[in-house]
């Protein structure tokens, strides 16, 4: 069982930048691919970046490559998102979530394991 605590978020002005966290319990947390959702209100969960177990392979949705930055360390069991020149239309509670099936994938029905999300807010 893998339990998965984003923290991170906040509000923040266009142009600007935050770093979400993702902490995980479990041993087994190193052999899962990681990926990160976000849900703005009235909308569909959608993809946002994910990452193999090793680090080696990454999946960025269009909207957000080149400003985000996915990433995990290991040895703390922690997952990062780094966004950069953010904008409104990043607003949404951004989720993390683990697979057992180590594929960094945007389908959000290959993760077994999810966060409970953190809101970010863009504002113009």
């Known amino acids: 069982q893998v339990q998965l605590v984003e923290s991170g978020g906040g509000l923040v002005q266009a142009g600007g930048s935050l770093r979400l966290s993702c902490a995980a319990s479990?041993?087994?947390?190193?052999?899962?691919?990681v990926g990160w959702f976000r849900q703005a209100p009235g909308k569909e969960r959608e993809f946002v970046a994910a990452?193999?177990?090793?680090?080696?392979?990454?999946v960025y949705a269009d909207s957000v490559k080149g400003r985000f930055t996915i990433s995990r360390d290991n040895a703390k069991n922690t997952v990062y998102l780094q966004m950069n020149s953010l904008k409104p239309e990043d607003t949404a509670v951004y989720f993390c979530?683990?697979?057992?099936?180590?594929?960094?994938?945007?389908?959000?029905?290959?993760?077994?394991?999810w966060g409970q999300g953190t809101q970010v807010t863009v504002s113009s």
């Open positions: 979530a683990a697979s057992i099936l180590n594929i960094a994938s945007l389908n959000r029905l290959l993760y077994n394991y």
């Open positions: 479990g041993r087994t947390f190193s052999t899962y691919a």
């Open positions: 990452l193999s177990a090793s680090g080696g392979n990454t």
